[in-house]
């Protein structure tokens, strides 16, 4: 078999067009694939390599919501018990509401609120705020980080492991119990001339959040060029 005898017919170049395609593309791949899963990546088992990682967080919230109407000093105690089998990134607790009731500016009734943590796993302090009912996201907010310095922002980290991340974005089994705390209510009423009373009282809307999450964690493949 002379080498004209390998090109002779279509068929024969076809086949022989696709071994050179194939010649060439392996030596190509197997160059190229270590350098795509770079030594950070393919050694040291699945949870101990390092390298650089795209991190997500799926959130779900856990919601609690009620409603309460309040005189002037009047106190409402609110609990919101957790259980949760994902991670806690926080707990929130928003109280909002809007007084209305008086004719013209100035009067505003306000709120106020002390928690009491004693009935949560792990370490938390008591935390109190106040703040005018002027409406929107009025009242006022306290929150608790149960995983550190918890944000829910994606970002990227570099030289960590899976098992490194995982263990830094982790609530510790903290913050599961009953968070509870104590709302006031600060009613403003303006002189009435016939001796009534304009505004007695305020609506307060209370809102507990646990903000559980998922991590989502991609490998960055830097390709080298
Ligand atoms: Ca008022
Ligand atoms: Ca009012």
């Not at 949560?120 to 306290?142: A, R």
């Not at 991340?165 to 209510?185: E, V």
Request: charged share 20%.
């Amino acid at each position: 078999m002379d080498f004209e005898d390998l090109f002779n017919t279509p068929r024969k170049m076809r086949i022989a067009g696709v071994s050179l395609a194939f010649m060439l593309a392996f030596p190509l791949y197997f160059h190229l694939v270590p350098s795509l899963l770079d030594d950070d990546m393919i050694g040291g088992g699945a949870s101990g390599a390092s390298g650089n990682w795209e991190v997500g967080f799926a959130e779900t919230p856990i919601v609690l919501q009620e409603t309460q109407v309040l005189g002037d000093g009047d106190t409402h105690d609110t609990f919101f018990d957790v259980v949760s089998e994902l991670n806690i990134g926080y707990i929130e607790l928003d109280i909002d509401c809007n007084d209305n009731d008086d004719p013209g500016p100035g009067f505003t009734d306000g709120a106020e609120g002390t928690s009491d943590v004693s009935g949560v796993v792990g370490e938390f302090e008591d935390q109190s705020g106040d703040g005018m009912c002027s409406g929107g996201d009025s009242g006022f907010t306290l929150r608790w980080d149960v995983t550190a310095n918890y944000s829910g922002v994606n970002i990227t980290v570099s030289g960590m492991s899976e098992s490194e991340i995982r263990a830094m974005w982790n609530d510790g089994g903290q913050g599961r119990g009953t968070w509870a705390a104590t709302i006031t209510a600060d009613i403003s009423s303006p002189p009435s001339p016939l001796g009534s009373i304009i505004d007695s009282d305020e609506e307060y809307e209370i809102t507990w959040t646990a903000m559980t999450y998922e991590l989502m964690l991609q490998p960055v493949v830097e390709v080298e060029t």
